[in-house]
């Protein structure tokens, strides 16, 4: 892009400033035109994203873009606004209020080293509410919170960017004159960078603790701040790993896995919502994934969920299938079509969907499960007599053989080719026997 010859990025329809006399807020603006002005930077490649307090109304003094955003919360804008489009140079403009509020933001800003540059407004009080103390109020320091000395140790902003890996890290005042090219330079910094402005409000801190640029000298001298470039490194911005990572990812085979063609046809016309309902051992969910996956090799849509609590190994364990000739666009089931209870675990817990059944529902119920609160009609899982033994160990999968006979959903063979498909062989062969008795 063509390099700028503007003299100011001060949208001068926009002056005065609404900045009490004094107060350093319009000296750093001015030091960001400058600085923008240095660099020749085409307006339409900047953003200025600002945060909430007196800072906050600088962004519309710019004739670049800007965002504006919740108190806190501007570095995570500008991150993303860098994602969406890395050409562009952006900058955030936020308070010592706006880093402890966000402070968490601040922090992992500096740890992905993501490519935006924050100037700290650092007046050590927020100004817009009345001079409230801030993460960087001295100690001792009074303001309207802090009526008898503020007793919190003061945040190092600059820091807490360094040691969280920041790229370019400095701190400064307001009333540097190299200010303008410090915020070059951190512009220019492949990486997070952020420079810690110290300056004066002089409606709120100034006043109520006699605190003038030469105290504020002092200050950072006597707390062992110095001012200068504190950190940089050469550290790849976030942008430039993502973007790594991503032709690497690009260049990767798309990982194997089971496809289930369609191997057999149904005549299912409508959708079916199945709700297993065992305990913790049956092996519940995995005979849902079998109903699910020999749908779908007979050409169905199907989807799945499985729910069992925290702890597992006990308690209930229930699986939720829902098998439809038509795309699934939603796998909820609030009203199941078909409930099976196996174990009183997952009776109990499906009480509200079994309640929630009418009288076209089916209820199965294992031995001694029957008798549930609902309308829908409840029928007894009836296993062939030579299936008996197995009931105790695999009730989950005669199940599934005995739903997928009794509904008619699919072919009998689509279930057995789910198990040899789906499940590992000596599972497989134990099910595939188990099937046979259904
Ligand atoms: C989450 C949230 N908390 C509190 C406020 C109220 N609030 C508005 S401005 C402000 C102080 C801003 O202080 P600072 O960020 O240091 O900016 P300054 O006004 O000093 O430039 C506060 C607390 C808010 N807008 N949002
Ligand atoms: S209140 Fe403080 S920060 Fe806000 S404009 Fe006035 S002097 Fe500046
Ligand atoms: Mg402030």
Redesign the pocket.
């Known amino acids: 892009m063509a390099e700028s010859e503007l003299e100011t990025y001060i949208a001068e329809e926009n002056l005065p400033y609404e900045f009490c006399p004094g107060c350093s807020?319009g000296k750093v603006l001015s030091a960001v035109s400058d600085s923008l002005k240095q660099q020749k930077l085409n307006p339409t490649e900047v953003v200025i994203v600002t945060?909430?307090?007196?800072?906050?109304l600088s962004d519309k003094y710019f004739v670049t873009h800007a965002f504006h955003g919740?108190?806190?919360r501007a570095i995570t804008y500008a991150s993303g606004i860098k994602m969406g489009n890395p050409d562009l140079k952006v900058v955030v403009l936020?308070?010592?209020?706006?880093c402890g509020?966000g402070g968490h933001h601040l922090l992992n800003a500096a740890r992905s080293n993501t490519d935006v540059t924050v100037l700290v407004?650092n007046?050590f009080?927020?100004?817009?509410?009345g001079g409230?103390h801030?993460a960087t109020t001295p100690l001792d320091s009074i303001t309207p919170t802090t009526s008898f000395g503020s007793t919190d140790a003061p945040m190092d902003i600059a820091g807490t960017a360094k040691v969280n890996g920041g790229g370019f890290v400095a701190r400064a005042t307001a009333f540097d004159e190299d200010l303008p090219e410090m915020i070059s330079k951190a512009m220019n910094h492949d990486g997070f960078s952020l420079i810690d402005i110290w300056e004066l409000?002089t409606a709120y801190y100034v006043v109520r603790n006699d605190f003038g640029r030469k105290e504020m000298m002092n200050y950072m001298d006597s707390i062992n701040m110095e001012s200068g470039l504190l950190q940089k490194t050469d550290r790849s911005s976030f942008q430039t790993n993502y973007k790594n990572i991503q032709e690497q990812a690009s260049k990767q085979k798309p990982m194997g896995g089971l496809v289930l063609e369609t191997k057999f046809s149904s005549d299912l016309d409508k959708p079916i919502r199945i709700v297993l309902a065992g305990a913790a051992g049956q092996k519940v969910v995995s005979a849902g994934n079998l109903l699910a996956a020999a749908a779908t090799l007979s050409g169905l849509w199907t989807s799945r969920r499985a729910d069992f609590p925290i702890t597992i190994q006990t308690g209930f364990s229930v699986a939720e299938v829902v098998i439809s000739p038509e795309p699934v666009l939603y796998s909820g089931i609030m009203k199941p079509d078909v409930a099976a209870l196996i174990a009183p675990e997952g009776r109990d817990k499906i009480t509200r969907l079994t309640r929630a059944m009418d009288k076209t529902g089916l209820i199965y119920f294992a031995e001694g499960l029957g008798n549930v609160d609902s309308k829908a009609k409840q029928l007894p899982l009836l296993f062939p007599k030579s299936a008996q033994k197995e009931i105790r160990k695999n009730i989950s999968a005669l199940t599934a053989g005995y739903l997928t006979q009794e509904l008619g959903l699919f072919p009998f063979e689509a279930l057995q080719e789910a198990v040899r498909l789906i499940q590992k062989p000596k599972i497989a062969e134990i099910n595939l026997g188990v099937l046979a008795l259904t």
């Open positions: 807020h945060d909430i307090g007196c800072v906050g919740l108190h806190g936020m308070g010592d209020g706006g509020i407004f007046n009080n927020f100004g817009m509410t409230q801030s409000c």
